[in-house]
């Protein structure tokens, strides 16, 4: 097996209506995996040497700089939105692979498979992909899926495959009446309230966490912004209000926060942001109670936010949060 997938950099990068995220595998050549196609053209691409300077590599679309002294060796992966395409491809550019997928995210785990949940702004329009918004899917080298779970509402933003096997993944719930009840606002309180799930999955399909975020905050509130602002989409005419719209579920790693006593920081936490609130929030994971948020005023604060996730040990920063404040 490869070893742990390790990451370069996650990074939000616009490609038509599509979010990729950039990783790289570090492989292990002592591992034994039953892929020895894959697992050969990678080790074959890791082991190529690299020139100081590329302006644009013959064969590598979209290129443009590439400084492989700056660079840890590893590989992108892009999911691309208008074609059902994720492209892995070297750090010179060149494409090393293609799965035929529709995907909003995806993720490569050990053995060169393909975690991913469907629906870019392009597929949510294309059968099959907009049948398939509640599911997430693992597929081998070869596009085949090997593994396959259904959410109660959309999957959507954000899927890992944790250390112990399990996945954890974020999907849209509504508001149940018990808690609507409590929304004083009647634009709000009139039409269906979206909220959102971060639940962890076994491989065999059970749920074995789940944290509700409107069972922990306030329904009148909006975080950072206000709920006017929520609203919009309710006076443009729409029938529902996206209220929380979180799109980050990750894991907080050994950290020397947690070391130095700092509760909140517990290893296995979750780091979260709804995006809506403009907040990142951490999540303990025992209590499912919110024990550290963060709004920021630097150039104005958090605006919106995407993939927030905590540094871990061994690398430049670690132990602070890195965060996309898109606006």
Known sequence: MYSKIKFLLEAAVILGLSVGLLYYVKPDSKSVVSNENAVSKILELENRPGSAEHDGVPGAKGLTIYKPEMVDPGFVML???GN???ELRSLDGKLVHTWNVDAPRARILEDCRLLTLHGTKWGVEVQPWKGMRRKAHEYDWDGNIIWEVSMPG???HDIRRLENGNTLLVHRVLVPPSYKQKVIDPVRRKLPLRS???????PEGKKVWQWLMHEHVDVNSCGRQSCEENNKT??????R??????NTASVVPENHWYDEGHKAFKPGNIVTIPRNWWTIF????????????????????LQRGHEAYMIP???PGAGNILVLDNG
């Open 79 to 81: 999911p691309l939105s």
């Open 84 to 86: 059902a395409k994720v």
């Open 154 to 156: 959309n999957a959507h």
């Open 196 to 202: 959102d799930a971060i639940v962890e999955i076994s």
């Open 234 to 239: 309710a006076r443009l005419g729409k029938q």
């Open 241 to 246: 209000i996206d209220w929380t719209h979180i």
């Open 282 to 301: 951490v999540v303990d994971r025992e209590s499912k109670e919110i024990v550290w948020d963060y709004t920021g005023d630097y150039e104005g604060g």
């Open 313 to 315: 040990k061994g690398y």
